[in-house]
Structure formats: C-alpha cells, structure tokens
C-alpha cells in the first residue's frame, strides 16, 4: 500500500498512462489492499466449515456479503466514485470474514488465543516498522517522474528489499524465530 505509487509509475507510466492516472489507480490499489487480508482470512476460515460438510454456511454467509456488497456500492459509489466501488468490495470482504469467524467462535471450533493474538500484534508492531522505514526512504512523486525507467525500478526493487529486511529484523529483534512462523501455519 505504501508503494502504491511507485509500484504502479513502473508497471504502467508510459504512453498514455499519466502521472494523474497513476494518482486516480492508486487510490483504488489502496482501497482495495485494505481488504487484502480479509480476502485471505475467508479462504482460511471457509474450510472450517466445509471440513465438518457444512456448505451452506458459507453459501448464506456469502450471499449476505454481495448484498451488503451492493449497499456499500450504493453508498460509497455516490460519494467516491470508483474508489467507493473498491472501498465497497474490501468492506463486503470484511462482512464475510467476520461472519465466518463469528460463526466458528460461537461453534467452538476455532477461537484466538491469548499467544496467538500476541503473535498478530508482534506483526502488526512489524509491519508497522516495516512502513516507518519505507516511508523515511521514500522520495516524493515529483522526484520519481525525473527519473528514467530503469532508475524507477532499481529504486523500487531497492525499497521492497530494504522493507523485507526491517520487517524481519524486527520480528527478530520482537523474539519471532523461523519455527514460529512455520509452527504458526500448522
């Protein structure tokens, strides 16, 4: 999300595709990488139910997502336009993971724990660091539209390094090992 900009000047600015244009798509690559996660968290959470033959749970669940899909849409696209669309999908995204867990919680099987919200937060605490260094680094777009194409991409390349890198030293330096990430996908 921080390199929205960026990653879009290098993958499409040429031609007739503007610097304005590359604003107008950011904004849109922003709303809809704010769902990302729940997007993800649907694909996790929909097998609890189909593992124990429940379909239609999720079916329901997701029949109650396009429709607030639509109402989102409805209000959003008034006031945002295309962005509003995107804010709507991420929302509705939202509304569906949401339901999934709740109905697994209340079911009793799956439940956060205590260490594995704490694992979340020491993400979060990362990802967070992660940002803050990306941000320190990052150029204005007035100086990006200056360079050369090749120059874009080695600045870009430079960034989603330099941002791995604090990402993991941070967890490091927060006590997160190697087997706990794998322990965590288990």
Partial sequence: MVLAKPMLMV???RGEFSPQDVHYASLSLLAYASGLLNFMLIKVLAPGYYSRQDTKTPVKYGIIAMVSNMVFNAIFAWFYGYVGLAMATALSALVNMVLLYRGLHIQ????LTRST???IVRL???GGAMVAAILWQLEEMSVWLT???MERVFTLA???GFGAVVYLV???VMGIR???LKAATE
């Fill in 170 to 172: 941070s967890l490091l």
């Fill in 108 to 111: 009793n099987v799956y439940r």
């Fill in 158 to 160: 430079m960034l989603i």
């Fill in 124 to 126: 979060v605490v990362a």
């Fill in 11 to 13: 993958l499409f600015m």
């Fill in 147 to 149: 360079w050369s194409f």
């Fill in 178 to 180: 190697l087997k706990d």
């Fill in 117 to 119: 919200l704490l694992f």
